[in-house]
């Protein structure tokens, strides 16, 4: 636009349509707006749809808690028993338009204090297994502010990135009888049956 530019900060391309994200690009979109939501590009208007407020932008990254926050609500909805299943959370329908990437571990605490607030308003919402398979995770100290999952008994972890056996210390405010690690370069360490079992003395099963 004349006198004005965007610059993105996030961007996905798309078979029908592209997307990108601005922060704090209020004159451009005001010209937008005055130009009715086109873009004249060559001789071809280009007709764009604008989401006001899409996320939050904290310390040089989006922090989009309502999409997390919407992403859990949905998976606690679709819960079958007591399982909630975390498995593959990036692709989450909520996060088209979004990468929320829970092997970074301020990303992993932002969902873990989301699902934390959300099963205090909603009590009886009970989880006793936990799957969290495939997600790149390689921190578990997020799961520690989980402090109302006092029942979760089983944690299923297949597939994540946890290096160090001091990271499943992070697990023992649960009172796990199972926990699955297989697929994670910890599963080499040759002591970390040991190392589990010391540390989880209800641990009926554990795959490594």
Known sequence: MENEFFIPIAYKNGVNQDTFVVHQQGSALERLFINQLQLKIDDELIDLTVKLGFANHEN????PIKKIEDALTRCLTEMEGSTLDLSNFLRSQEFFHLKVLISNKANFEVVCDALERILTMHPQKQITHLKLSNN??????????????????TIDLIGNDIEATEE????????LKRLTLGANPVASNENLHETITAIFPHLIFCDI
Not at 169 to 174: A, D, G, I
């Open 60 to 63: 040089g990254q989006i922090n």
């Open 136 to 153: 790149r995770i390689r921190f578990l100290s997020p799961l520690r502010k989980l402090k109302c999952c006092t029942l979760i008994e």
């Open 168 to 175: 499943v210390e992070n697990l023992k405010h649960f009172r």
